[in-house]
């Protein structure tokens, strides 16, 4: 059974820095695209960033580029989301999401079906 665990969410002062993981179990993770999402109320979600576990390749969210990191652990089977020069707007309950699929190449096409419950992320001005 698929259980992804997010922990690391909090309340910080912008310019602050934040550091989310992902434990994930009873999914095949190596050779896997996990990812990161976030939503805020009232609005979409939306995706910030995904790293394939078979290469390290990443991919990231105009808004986030150049201040997140995602980056995993194939021993340890967990995905991190490292957030600095953190904004208001950042603000959101962040979920992790790992690829149905059980074996790809990438990221391309994967399809998000295994979701954590979410942490939240509070940043203040």
């Known amino acids: 059974q698929a259980q992804l665990v997010e922990s690391g969410g909090g309340s910080v002062q912008a310019g602050g820095s934040l550091r989310l993981s992902c434990a994930a179990s009873g999914v095949s993770y190596s050779s896997n695209c996990m990812g990161w999402f976030r939503q805020a109320p009232g609005k979409e979600r939306e995706k910030v960033a995904n790293?394939?576990?078979?290469?390290?390749?990443?991919d990231y969210a105009d808004s986030v580029k150049g201040r997140f990191t995602i980056s995993q652990d194939n021993v340890k089977n967990t995905m991190y989301l490292q957030m600095n020069s953190l904004k208001p707007e950042d603000t959101a309950m962040y979920y992790c999401?790992?690829?149905?699929?059980?074996?790809?190449?990438?990221?391309?096409?994967?399809?998000?079906?295994?979701w954590g419950q979410g942490t939240q992320v509070t940043v203040s001005s």
């Open positions: 999401a790992a690829d149905r699929r059980a074996f790809s190449w990438s990221c391309e096409g994967a399809d998000f079906g295994y």
């Open positions: 790293i394939y576990t078979g290469d390290d390749s990443t």
